[in-house]
């Protein structure tokens, strides 16, 4: 079985015209003047065994924060470093990520959910799940904990690279998961739940994907063929 890492993330960001480190730990987020290390607001968000991996999100003066069994939608005070929770996530509302972060565009919030291991779309004002398919995580049909991919977007599509070791071209929109293309990279190496993975996000430089199990390093070329 793969081994979970629990962990913090901190993160700078900008709003009310104010810098704040907001840093993320097992018991809650944070948001510190990056100078003093003084606190300027805190929220009680707890994942399940300390796994806080995922890097919050900001989408305007919102910022998603999810982790295995807990998620919320906070509000930035526009006006002095502050913030109130929209909503927080439940059974089967929102998404709940844990391994890989979710991207966050226009409205909806894209990201693998722990429990079902599917990819989803979710409405970013209430957390209401818009869509979800197990295509381009774990290629099934049957749900599976912890089924990841990992999310980079460029341009007007999205570069998935899952736990089979595919690298998968698709468009997410509020509607639906829409697959362009897909190439197997490399073996999964790794054990999780009885089925095999490969859990390391990828790497882009040079119109290349660099990628990495436990026995080899690939370079995969993304430029146009002439």
Not at 4 to 22: N, P, Y
Not at 102 to 118: H, K, Q, S
Not at 133 to 138: A, R
Not at 154 to 165: K, M, P, S, T, V
Request: overall charge neutral.
């Amino acid at each position: 079985r793969a081994a979970f890492l629990t962990g913090r993330h901190s993160w700078m960001i900008e709003h009310a015209g104010t810098k704040q480190l907001v840093i993320w730990h097992a018991e809650a987020v944070n948001s510190l003047d990056p100078r003093s290390g003084n606190v300027y607001w805190s929220a009680p968000l707890k994942p399940r065994f300390g796994m806080a991996i995922t890097t919050p999100r900001k989408l305007g003066p919102y910022l998603f924060v999810s982790g295995y069994g807990e998620a919320g939608l906070l509000q930035l005070d526009d006006a002095r470093p502050a913030a109130e929770v929209v909503w927080r996530g439940q059974p089967k509302t929102a998404i709940f990520c844990a391994n890989s972060t979710p991207f966050l565009e226009e409205g909806v919030i894209y990201g693998c959910d722990v429990e079902t291991g599917a990819l989803m779309g979710v409405r970013l004002e209430d957390g209401r799940r818009l869509w979800e398919t197990l295509e381009p995580t774990t290629g099934g049909q049957r749900r599976a904990r912890y089924g990841t991919a990992f999310l980079v977007k460029h341009a007007d599509r999205f570069f998935l690279f899952n736990e089979q070791g595919d690298l998968i071209l698709a468009k997410l929109s509020e509607q639906k998961y829409e697959e362009l293309d897909r190439f197997h990279v490399l073996e999964p190496t790794n054990q999780t739940f009885g089925r095999p993975v490969v859990w390391s996000h990828p790497a882009f430089a040079e119109q290349c994907l660099f990628a990495r199990n436990d026995r080899e390093l690939v370079c995969v070329s993304l430029a146009a063929s002439k």
